[in-house]
């Protein structure tokens, strides 16, 4: 799969398997702690991750792969 500019942001821009893509999202996740503290189900989204999630603050854990297929060719 082929990332969209967005996306390539936070996984980088090769050609990956979804399964690497989701790896890389949650790696970077966690990284920069963007796991809800008290709901660990919701990601928070920084700057790069808003874009992704269509200008949405907070997403669910299912609600964001539905999201990241979109950016993915």
Known sequence: MTP???LAEVVGSKAIPR???T????GYIKKNKLQDSKNRRMINADDA??????GKKQ????????LVSKHLK
Do not use: C
């Not at 790896?23 to 949650?26: I, Q, R």
């Not at 991750?49 to 269509?54: A, N, Q, R, S």
């Not at 997403?59 to 964001?64: A, D, L, N």
């Open 4 to 6: 969209s500019g967005a």
């Open 23 to 26: 790896k890389k999202l949650w």
């Open 19 to 21: 399964t690497e893509v």
């Open 59 to 66: 997403v669910s854990m299912f609600e964001m792969t539905k």
């Open 49 to 54: 991750l808003k874009v992704i999630f269509g």
